[in-house]
């Protein structure tokens, strides 16, 4: 790391980030890790080079390396699946719904279904799932960077771990966190579930959406979730549909840039 940072100065750069890869041989944020990072540091501001932090393992930053959800099961991101049949590892539904069609597949009518209410068409259900471990983080999962607190236990685990370590040399020497990608779930609509054979439509959720929506709309999102899969009749523009896309990009920011900035 030293000879590299000697190689940067030679040829002419003025600083570097200090990026975790594919291969990383120490534990993520490990004091062994953080030592190293230190040891930059210091070689830098001896050479007169800017070095940068990375506040994660590979990208998309967020999940710490696996560690964010690891004692927090909360903070996992979670995603809304609408389909027409339920799915036993869904963490709840949260509506059924009666869903007319026309012939061209826009929507003819629908209603949320109240208690045993049939559908006089054909039933449709909201459920939420919560992301499950995976490889791409860490043998753990991503978290909601909807949710503030989430954030906020990130950079816990990050952020504040580099200033612990670095002192007066954060924010000086290192003058900035280079931040990868953070996401929100990727919506799908209507795309076949190769498990179940189902169409299934996935969106960004978080428990907290229904009541930010109903704030800053005064509309109840879960009687109009269906906007958001079927176009309206006529191909019409779905205030619904913009109002829901609006609000996420408002929690998203206000959580993930709001907190870490």
């Known amino acids: 790391l030293v000879q590299q940072i000697h190689f940067f100065k030679e040829m002419g750069f003025g600083g570097f980030y200090m990026h975790s890869r594919s291969g990383l041989t120490l534990p993520y944020m490990s004091d062994a890790f953080l030592d190293r990072v230190q040891l930059c540091v210091e070689q830098a501001a001896q050479i007169g080079l800017v070095p940068h932090l990375y506040d994660e393992d590979t990208w998309p930053s967020g999940f710490a390396g696996g560690k964010a959800v690891k004692d927090h099961p909360e903070y996992r991101r979670s995603y809304l699946v609408f389909t027409p049949k339920e799915n036993q590892s869904a963490q709840r539904t949260v509506g059924r719904y009666d869903i007319c069609l026309n012939e061209d597949g826009t929507l003819a009518s629908y209603r949320l279904l109240q208690g045993d209410e049939q559908a006089s068409c054909a039933e449709w259900v909201a459920q939420i799932k919560i992301e499950e471990n995976s490889r791409r983080y860490g043998l753990s999962a991503y978290i ?93 523009p779905s205030k619904i549909r913009w109002q829901y896309y609006d609000c996420v990009s408002e929690m998203f920011a206000q959580a993930y840039f709001g907190t870490i900035g």
């Open 144 to 236: 909601d960077t909807l949710n503030p607190d989430a954030v906020r236990h990130f950079v816990s685990l990050t952020h504040e771990a580099y200033l612990k370590k670095l002192g007066t040399r954060f924010g000086t020497t290192v003058p900035s966190i280079f931040t990868d990608e953070p996401r929100i779930t990727r919506n799908m609509l209507l795309k076949k579930n190769q498990s179940t054979g189902f169409d299934e439509a996935v969106l960004s959720w978080t428990d907290q959406l229904p009541q930010f929506f109903y704030e800053a709309t005064g509309t109840d999102l879960l009687a109009h979730l269906p906007e958001l899969v079927w176009d309206l009749e006529g191909h019409k």
